[in-house]
């Protein structure tokens, strides 16, 4: 009688545990948006890039940490990185003007 209620608590905490660790690295990805942000503002653009690349290796759907790395690179000189993270900002909004025009931007200073 014992044994269904153990193996029911215990899928009980895999499942909170599963859902409570993607919740805690969404909010830590924001954290590390947040700081990369104040990065950026602060002209350290570097800093603001590991930053936004620890928010998406917290969370890979962070659609912020893409376009704010990407933001990064571009001003960093590092183009051909930016145009990938923007593209893959735009995958999640892909009507967003300012992300196409700095795209656009990077592609011709590509040329």
């Known amino acids: 009688m014992k044994k269904p209620i153990i193996l029911a608590a215990a899928a009980l905490l895999i499942i909170y545990g599963t859902g409570c660790s993607a919740f805690w690295n969404g909010k830590m990805s924001e954290a590390a ?23 998406i290796a917290l969370d890979p759907d962070n659609a912020k940490a893409y376009i704010g790395r990407g933001e990064a ?29 700095l795209l656009s931007d990077i592609g011709a200073s590509n040329r």
């Open 73 to 101: 690179y571009a001003r960093l000189g590092r183009n051909k990185e930016a145009a990938e993270d923007i593209r893959k900002f735009l995958k999640y909004a892909p009507y967003d003007k300012a992300a196409r025009k």
């Open 33 to 55: 948006v947040r700081e990369g942000g104040e990065a950026y503002r602060r002209s350290n653009y570097a800093a603001a890039a590991r930053h936004f690349t620890n928010g």
